[in-house]
């Protein structure tokens, strides 16, 4: 039968390929292993749909509309 994957690295592929497609609609453009910790990776997007739509107020400068996908994967 399927087994249930617990290995980080098959998590975040998992998330990387098949989430990410049904989320947005195509694969995370890349998934890289981070540098200041052994348990850091990221997963990246250079156009990332949440963000096409929509102007940032000037008081609200800093913000960034898809800092929410960070807690989808959490």
Known sequence: GNRRETR???ILSFV????WK???GKVADSLEK???HEDEY??????LLVNRFI???????TFHC???VAGIVK
């Open 8 to 10: 980080l690295l098959g």
């Open 16 to 19: 990387h390929s098949t989430v």
């Open 22 to 24: 049904v989320l947005f």
């Open 34 to 36: 981070g540098t200041e």
């Open 42 to 47: 990221m997963i990246s997007e250079k156009e």
């Open 55 to 61: 102007s940032i107020p000037k008081d609200m400068g």
């Open 66 to 68: 898809g800092a929410f």
